[in-house]
């Protein structure tokens, strides 16, 4: 007999049973090695009836339940005498109604005495409301053994104290991966451990089988804790060595030095209106000496919204031009980049005006670079980077574009908000001569987890305070599905805001109300009979929104329109007026989301909030309250009480701490997003990690990764763990080749 390895095919543990192909076309699993890897994605106690919260319509629910009562119905389809055995269970939580369908008599009694009353199982199906009831459709059974004298069988292997619960597909029930995994765990042989016994004992991890034998069929849940344990190290740390190994990589490519030195730095640093936040001075002083030195800088740099993160990689970039080479900023979006544009050239002053009449002899051009351009208007850009004339560039993904080439590239800053990868990223360091250093800004914070994950082949500065005279910002929920005569308000408010001669932005999830954008709420209603259905409402649009405002609540006021529809120059036009207070409310999409800065704006009004991700209300709303007026945020939706979506309102109105928020944020979102191949560069999401919970696990991996490649930077004293690097490395670079 072939011996059975984690190499072979799950044919060699199924054996004839239909259910292979379900698992390896429903699930991708190919071998028995990705079978047992298929971990459960929770447990249900077997002793016990599930605790079932509020079930949410469609969702597949495994539940630990006793029948209630059992009955056979006949009934008719077409001229085909049917039967339905109807059973009813109770959980710790709502009772559900399944129904089996069988074509014959006799399996419709088998059914209703296999579920007698008082006999306890697993029963799965997805959860819909009817009639007030709860049912489980396409249901499906695991009964719990019985011996001769009718109670429950303490040894029937089914009945172990936690059931496994897989994640399943279509006809593939949590019973079927049981039963295979538990045969594959008991005929497999060779299954290597990636941990030599030396590092088992090192970092206290249980070696591979026993973990699996854990992990699949725990007595409690200490032994299935234990098991996960052993997992999740095992994968924080490949991870976190391929990242270790990408930083140490990109440290052993030689970079010019940029020392600095010339008096642009000195003279704006002279110039600036404000004094530097003791944060921005030291991270200041880092990014210098990182600069200076002849490999490298990769550099995360994150804080608050409002923090300052722009002052300070303009003072790394004046460090470069100062030291003969250029600094490029690229931004996520155009309006962002005619505004760092604007506000850079303004703060320079005649240090930007460098070969011009009136030039600060210390002085240097800036030049911007976006896709709307003109053609002459582009080329004389281009021209000015190619010469190296121009020291600063600030551009959008225009700049990625092939025909853009440098004289002397020394620093990449990326205003990140998450929408520039890794991919991006080295496009533009590629037209560098050299490696260029490389800055990288998030919008808003992250946790310190997701930024050594995501962005773990960086190092990170975070800015943590404010810069002095940040007034508060007040957010309130305005609830239009209890209130919806409070949006009346809600304009007199925006009302008496221009009174005091102040501005106002009004953002909308959408542009305009006649495309079929992604654009309508679900709004649940219950019907006569009790079925669930879902309305559709039309979500607020800057077009409609605009031209209603306009000619009715906000009659006589300077209302102006912004969206990424418009031509550039309009939108140009636009944040120009409103920046120079000639309008007095912008009717905006989320285009000013992101580093837009006007002083004089006091409130934001978001219309379906709801609609917008935590992150997103939290940097939008971080454009009020930035002139040292107390700001105001009003977070406008339909959405009810309890529902996640007002849960995530309400957050983001109980707090202004953007690392709580991100974290509320995260909890929300499905870990594959959050390490979304685009951001990291990662093919796969992780599967057992997450980012939140397992906080610790990534830090003490981290420090395991670091600690082993200085013992051994090719990993050979430790081959399982330097396969697994290798193999992760080699997927992402053809990932990488794929993509580019
Ligand atoms: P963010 O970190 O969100 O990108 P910005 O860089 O846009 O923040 O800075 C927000 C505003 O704060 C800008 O108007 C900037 O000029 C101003 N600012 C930056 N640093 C200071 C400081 N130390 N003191 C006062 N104002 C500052
Ligand atoms: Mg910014």
Redo the contacts with the bound molecule.
């Keep these: 007999m072939v011996a059975i390895t984690p190499d072979s095919p799950v044919a060699s543990v199924f054996g004839r049973s239909p259910k292979r192909k379900l698992v390896e076309e429903g699930l991708g699993i190919r071998t028995v090695g990705e079978l047992l890897r298929h971990f459960p994605r929770r447990y249900v106690e077997t002793k016990e009836l599930s605790e079932v919260g509020r079930p949410e319509v469609g969702q597949l629910l495994s539940v630990v339940g006793e029948v209630a009562s059992s009955a056979v119905k006949p009934f008719h389809r077409g001229r085909k005498q049917q039967f339905r055995t109807e059973v009813r269970i109770r959980t710790n939580g709502p009772t559900f109604s399944l129904s089996f369908f069988s074509p014959y008599a006799g399996q419709a009694h088998k059914y209703a005495d296999e579920m007698s009353p008082g006999s306890r199982g697993l029963f799965t199906g997805k959860a819909k409301l009817f009639n007030g009831t709860w049912q489980l459709e396409q249901p499906h059974q695991l009964m719990f053994g019985r011996n001769e004298d009718g109670d429950e069988d303490e040894d029937d292997p089914r009945l172990s104290k936690l059931l496994p619960v897989y994640p399943v597909t279509g006809r593939l029930y949590v019973w079927d991966l049981i039963k295979v995994i538990r045969f594959a765990l008991d005929v497999v042989t060779e299954v290597p451990d990636l941990f030599s016994p030396e590092l088992r004992e090192r970092y206290d991890v249980l070696d591979v089988m026993t973990a699996l034998r854990l992990v699949h069929g725990p007595d409690d849940y200490a032994q299935a804790g234990a098991g996960q344990r052993r997992f999740r190290f095992e994968e924080a740390l490949v991870l976190q060595l391929v990242l270790a190994r990408r930083r140490a990589a990109q440290r052993a490519l030689g970079a010019q030095a940029r020392l600095g030195g010339g008096g642009l730095l000195r003279e704006f640093d002279q110039r ?6 003791a944060g ?1 001075r030291e991270i200041g002083a880092v990014l210098m000496r990182e600069l200076a030195q002849a490999h490298p800088m990769n550099r995360l740099l994150q ?11 303009l003072r790394a970039m004046l460090h470069v031009v100062d030291s003969g080479g250029q600094a490029v900023l690229l931004a996520p979006t155009e309006v962002l980049a005619q505004q760092h544009h604007r ?1 850079i050239t303004s ?1 320079l002053g005649d240090l930007g005006q460098g070969g011009m009449l009136g030039g600060a002899a210390d002085g240097t051009s800036v030049v911007l670079l976006t896709g709307s351009m003109s053609k002459p208007a582009k080329d004389q850009a281009l021209a000015a980077m190619a010469s190296g004339e121009a020291g600063l560039v600030i551009g959008t993904h225009a700049l990625l574009e092939q025909s853009v080439a440098f004289a002397d590239l020394g620093l990449v800053v990326v ?1 990140e908000q998450h929408r520039f990868g890794v991919k991006q990223r080295a496009a533009l360091t590629d037209k560098a001569g050299s490696p260029p250093h490389v800055l990288v ?1 998030t ?1 808003t914070p992250i946790p310190r987890t997701v930024a050594m994950t995501v962005f773990g082949d960086l190092e990170t500065s975070v ?1 943590t305070e ?5 007034a508060p910002i007040q957010t309130n929920v305005v609830p239009l599905a209890e209130q919806p005569q409070w949006i009346a308000r809600v304009w007199e408010r925006v009302r008496e805001e221009v009174g005091k001669g102040h501005q106002v932005y009004v953002v909308c999830p959408r542009i305009s109300g006649d495309t079929q954008e992604d654009g309508e709420s679900d709004q649940l209603d219950v019907d006569e009979d009790g079925e669930v259905t879902t309305r559709k409402v039309p979500l607020a649009a800057v077009e409609d929104l605009h031209e209603e405002l306009a000619a009715g609540a906000l009659q006589g006021l300077r209302v102006g329109m912004l969206h990424g529809r418009l031509p550039p120059e309009e939108k140009d036009r636009t944040m120009r007026s409103f920046a120079a207070g000639q309008v007095d409310v912008l009717v905006s999409t989320t285009v000013i989301e ?2 837009v ?1 006007v ?1 004089n704006a006091t409130t934001m009004v978001l219309l379906d909030a709801d609609r917008f991700g935590v992150s997103q209300l939290h ?1 939008l709303r ?1 454009r009020v309250g ?2 040292g007026l107390p700001g105001l945020c009003l977070l406008v939706s339909r959405a009810e009480t309890g529902t996640p979506a007002r849960d995530r309102l309400e957050a983001v109105a109980a707090t202004t701490d953007g690392f709580e928020l991100s974290r509320v944020d995260l909890e929300q979102r499905r870990e594959g997003d959050v390490l979304g191949a685009n951001q990291s560069g990662f093919k796969s999401s992780l599967i057992t990690l997450r980012v939140l919970r397992d906080e610790k696990t990534i830090v003490r991996a981290r420090e395991a990764a670091d600690e082993l490649l200085a013992e051994d930077a090719e990993l050979s004293t430790w081959p399982g763990l330097a396969h697994a690097v290798l193999e992760v490395e080699a997927s992402q670079h053809s990932e990488f080749v794929d993509k580019s």
């Design positions: 600036l209106p404000f004094e530097l936040t921005q804080g608050e919204v409002g923090s300052g993160k722009t002052v300070v990689a506000s703060m205003d800004m919008a800015l404010l810069p002095a005279g940040r992101v580093g800065d002083h940097q971080g930035r002139g």
